[in-house]
């Protein structure tokens, strides 16, 4: 019992006293400063969606809510000409529901699918390793109302034309949803 104890008090001064990780790096102002890599691998820079409306979505390939890809890609096609853009994050944070590769993950979405809106490289969406972009979002940078952490896969972010978060969105809110629709219309009504 002494040396177990000794052990854990070791252990406990030991972390006392190793170094602090740095505190997290200042994050951008406004959601037009960042840029991901694309599922491609080549940066692109959120400012190219500057004035569009965007659905931001945490999507995974074997998550049971996956079928929602058919009705993003619907929402996009809908309202693509009148300035809406759906952004697809994908990112393994639950349950591994999507291990693949960006390769994969492309090529899942475009054959399974039929996914024409832009997809980014995983990302991670919560935890230590969340992006800045999601640290961003669920830390209400662009609007303290829609804050809090990521609960699942296909999570919603609605930005308006001014980078602002206008609505947030659950899992279980479906492309289809009235209330998402809703506040989808009302933000296209919105002028730059």
């Known amino acids: 019992m002494k040396k177990s104890l000794s052990v854990w008090i070791a252990a406990v001064a030991a972390f006392l006293q190793s170094p602090r990780s740095a505190p997290a790096a200042e994050l951008p102002a406004a959601l037009y400063e960042f840029t991901l890599n ?16 965007l659905l931001i979505v945490n999507v995974a390939s074997r998550c049971g809510f996956t079928p929602q890809y058919t009705g993003l890609e619907a929402l996009y096609q809908k309202h693509k000409d009148r ?12 349950l591994w529901q999507e291990p693949g590769t960006d390769a994969e993950i492309k090529t899942f979405c475009s054959t399974k699918y039929n996914v024409t809106f832009p997809l980014f490289s995983k990302i991670s969406v919560k935890g230590s ?3 800045p972009l999601y640290r961003w979002l669920t830390e209400g940078r662009g609007n303290p109302a829609t804050s809090g952490d ?23 809110d479906t492309p289809e949803s009235e209330a998402l629709g809703r506040a ?9």
Not at 153 to 172: C, E, H, P, T, Y
Not at 184 to 192: G, I, S, T
Request: proline letters at 6%; a positive charge; aromatic letters at 12%.
């Open 129 to 131: 390793d969340q992006h």
């Open 38 to 53: 694309d599922i491609n691998g080549k940066p692109q820079p959120l400012s190219a969606y500057k004035g569009k409306v």
């Open 150 to 172: 990521v609960t699942w896969n296909f999570n919603k972010f609605l930005v308006g034309r001014d980078g602002g978060v206008r609505a947030r969105f659950g899992s279980r």
């Open 83 to 94: 300035g809406l853009v759906v952004l697809g994050f994908p990112a393994n944070n639950f």
């Open 184 to 192: 989808v219309e009302a933000a296209l009504a919105e002028k730059p």
